[in-house]
């Protein structure tokens, strides 16, 4: 426990974090909501007796989650989100981590190039860790992403990696953005991010990936991508784009359910909240995943979806010379 909050610090704390979810929550609607519940706690004495910081935190994290659940809407002292997470409990575990954090694995499994992440971080090596594994394997005969253990990230190792998948130029899915962080928040135009007609309020753009012309041979292979109930965030936009553009099959189960995409904000000295600031769906038909998870394909336990894909695999061509054991 650090030192106890006084009434102007959590005071502070609810001014400053109903603003914000006022302003640039995904659903503005939804933003107000929670204000308003804010506001009437405070001015209720709800929180007039938590004066430490964790269960502080805690508690306006559940009053805004009873208004409307959200996988990413959080308010905690500065330092929990400072603590790298651990890998979900529930993901089958790597026995044999060879890559940079992010990504646990890149081997070959007989003709199949396996990559296995536990998040997409925004660091430039993973990205180029996993394209150079790629071009350096681009006669595998299928490719197998495990995004089993995947508790989400940012859309740079996306971009290395799927020119080497696709054959022509794809738009994936749609990514709306509250306008008032449009220009400042987590997702910027691009060349893998494109603008599309929108309402005043929000910001439209298409994710967008176009072909790797140098290196063509892995763009009509098999892929498999391999999901557990752990499975979040950009996870599960990359899920959703391979499952709507029918370019991999998911193998496992479905997915968290954590569609909206936002940042950290300061709320005080003390405390930090995500503010979830867009959300990502099937321009097609609206849909997302916020609260619902991306159905596999083919619905296995996640401990069996390894086996399944190798079973996928074989059944499309690749050769394995030796049994396959769960990495």
């Given at each position: 426990m650090g030192q106890a909050l006084s009434a102007d610090e959590r005071r502070g704390a609810i001014e400053q974090l109903s603003k914000v979810l006022e302003n640039d929550f995904v659903f503005p609607d939804v933003g107000a909501r929670y204000a308003a519940i804010l506001r009437a706690n405070l001015a209720g004495g709800a929180y007039d007796s938590l004066t430490d910081p964790t269960a502080f935190g805690e508690r306006v994290t559940a009053d805004l989650q009873a208004v409307a659940k959200d996988g990413h809407l959080r308010l905690a002292p500065q330092e929990v989100f400072a603590q790298r997470r651990p890998p979900p409990a529930d993901a089958p575990a790597s026995t044999r981590p060879s890559g940079p954090p992010g990504l646990e694995e890149a081997k070959m499994i007989g003709d199949v190039a396996y990559l296995r992440f536990n998040e997409f971080p925004e660091d430039p090596a993973v990205a180029a860790a996993a394209r150079r594994?790629?071009?350096?394997?681009?006669?595998?005969?299928?490719?197998?992403?495990?995004?089993?253990?995947?508790r989400g990230g940012g859309l740079?190792?996306?971009?290395?990696?799927?020119?080497?998948?696709?054959?022509?130029?794809?738009?994936?899915v749609r990514m709306d953005t509250r306008a008032s962080v449009a220009d400042s928040g987590p997702m910027q135009d691009g060349p893998t991010l494109v603008r599309q007609p929108s309402p005043p309020t929000i910001v439209s753009r298409d994710h967008v990936v176009t072909p790797d012309p140098s290196e063509r041979r892995l763009q009509h292979v098999p892929i498999y991508y391999?999901?557990?109930?752990?499975?979040?965030?950009a996870a599960e936009h990359l899920a959703l784009a391979f499952k709507r553009t029918r370019r991999a099959i998911l193998i496992g189960e479905t997915t968290r359910g954590a569609g909206h995409y936002g940042g950290l904000q300061d709320i005080g000295d003390r405390f930090a909240a995500f503010i979830p600031v867009g959300r990502t769906y099937d321009p097609d038909t609206g849909w997302d995943w916020e609260g619902k998870g991306v159905a596999p394909d083919v619905a296995v336990p996640a401990d069996q979806a390894l086996d399944e894909a190798?079973?996928?695999?074989?059944?499309?061509?690749?050769?394995?010379?030796?049994?396959?054991k769960e990495p």
């Open positions: 594994f790629l071009l350096a394997h681009a006669d595998a005969k299928a490719v197998i992403i495990d995004a089993r253990p995947h740079g190792v996306m971009d290395a990696i799927l020119p080497l998948l696709y054959a022509r130029e794809t738009h994936l391999l999901t557990s109930r752990s499975t979040a965030s190798i079973r996928e695999a074989k059944s499309a061509g690749a050769r394995f010379a030796v049994p396959v």
